[in-house]
T-cell receptor
Framework: DSGVTQTPKHLITATGQRVTLRCSPR?????VYWYQQSLDQGLQFLIQ???????AKGNILERFSAQQFPDLHSELNLSSLELGDSALYFC????????????FGNGTRLTVT | AQTVTQSQPEMSVQEAETVTLSCTYD???????LFWYKQPPSRQMILVIR??????QNATENRFSVNFQKAAKSFSLKISDSQLGDAAMYFC????????????FGQGTRLTINP
């Protein structure tokens, strides 16, 4: 168990809808990362937050947004969902801005129908 | 842009034997990290081993070791005494040192262990 908790485990929704994925980092970790794993794109970095502030951005669509709250949990919001957004979304956490290894959660499997 | 290539989509090995997974990468940076992650059917991403590019010594973690060839931009993973629990997808990944861990992943190698 990595100590990173992601909810829900599975999510099924329809095109055009909006969903929120939640992540609680390991105790003491200040950084939260979001990654997407899809069949056609593989594993891609989306965004990083450190202690409540956005620190780095990757291939995150404009329809997607994230935030990190004062208690350090993070939410990834996906809107106007398309079939191609179906993927496994991972959250990972680390203790610092970018030197320490990442600890991944078990992911949220999103299916858009 | 950095890229990571794993040329072996699938590999298989007999239990207790040794197997080597290949990875090559492309970067213009001189200071970076390389990783091997394991993704079993439970789908969690588990860090197997990490190599810091400025360290010449190859990293080892118990039965797992790497062969890091910086000039050739090659980073292979050797698994000794393979066990059934080693069956998983293995991903090679790169991140630039000094910034966020924006991991760039390879396509993965599916490893099967034959009893």
């Amino acid at each position: 168990d990595s100590g990173v908790t992601q909810t829900p485990k599975h999510l099924i929704t329809a095109t055009g809808q909006r969903v929120t994925l939640r992540c609680s980092p390991r105790s003491g970790d200040l950084s939260v990362y979001w990654y997407q794993q899809s069949l056609d794109q593989g594993l891609q970095f989306l965004i990083q937050y450190y202690n409540g502030e956005e620190r780095a951005k990757g291939n995150i669509l404009e329809r997607f947004s994230a935030q990190q709250f004062p208690d350090l949990h993070s939410e990834l919001n996906l809107s106007s969902l398309e079939l191609g957004d179906s993927a496994l979304y991972f959250c990972a956490s680390s203790v610092d801005r970018g030197e320490s290894p990442l600890h991944f959660g078990n992911g949220t499997r999103l299916t858009v129908t | 842009a950095q890229t990571v290539t794993q040329s072996q989509p699938e590999m298989s090995v007999q239990e207790a034997e040794t197997v080597t997974l290949s990875c090559t990468y492309d970067t213009s940076e001189s200071d970076y990290y390389l990783f091997w992650y394991k993704q079993p059917p439970s789908r969690q991403m588990i860090l197997v081993i990490r190599q810091e590019a400025y360290k010449q010594q190859n990293a080892t973690e118990n039965r797992f070791s790497v062969n890091f060839q910086k000039a050739a931009k090659s980073f292979s993973l050797k698994i000794s005494d393979s066990q059934l629990g080693d069956a998983a997808m293995y991903f090679c990944a790169y991140s630039f040192r000094g910034g966020a861990q924006k991991l760039v992943f390879g396509q993965g190698t599916r490893l099967t262990i034959n009893p």
